[in-house]
């Protein structure tokens, strides 16, 4: 494949690359915003003494737990397109056209057994020599 026709074919890899990479920026981003929202409202609310340090420590365990799990769905729908990407290539591979054929004179195939036979296949595990029954 020359050297262009393979960097075309990266152009739309590496797209997807850049944009799950902003992706993860704007959660981070957007996750970071909300824990500082909730802890400075709660710290405000508790100095003003409108509430107390429990439901701030409460409100920042939950964002943290909201940031873990936008996280893990997101690794959890990167996953998904990977796998079907993987269906994808799969039909893509038996899908091809032949390209080998018989020769015009070739004989079909008859009715084949599939039978396995072992004869005259030794083992040993130690001094004493067994042989396998046939």
């Known amino acids: 494949m020359p050297a262009k026709a393979w960097m075309a074919?990266?152009?739309?890899?590496?797209?997807?690359?850049?944009?799950?990479?902003?992706?993860d920026i704007i959660i981070d981003t957007l996750n970071s915003l909300l824990l500082?929202?909730?802890?400075?409202?709660?710290?405000?609310?508790?100095?003003?003494?409108?509430?107390t340090p429990g439901p701030v420590a409460i409100g920042i365990?939950?964002?943290l737990r909201i940031w873990g799990m936008s996280h893990w769905i997101m690794w959890e729908m990167s996953a998904l397109f990977e796998n079907i990407g993987?269906?994808?290539?799969?039909?893509?591979s038996i899908s091809l056209p032949r390209l080998v054929s018989d020769k015009k004179e070739a004989k079909p195939i008859g009715k084949v057994k599939?039978?396995?036979?072992?004869?005259?296949v030794t083992f040993n595990y130690g001094p004493k020599r067994v042989?396998?029954?046939t």
């Open 36 to 51: 500082f929202s909730v802890g400075a409202m709660g710290i405000y609310l508790w100095l003003n003494g409108v509430m």
């Open 9 to 23: 074919s990266c152009k739309p890899f590496i797209s997807k690359c850049a944009w799950g990479a902003s992706l």
């Open 131 to 133: 042989s396998s029954p």
């Open 86 to 92: 993987t269906v994808q290539d799969g039909i893509n």
């Open 114 to 120: 599939g039978d396995i036979k072992f004869n005259n």
């Open 61 to 63: 365990g939950i964002v």
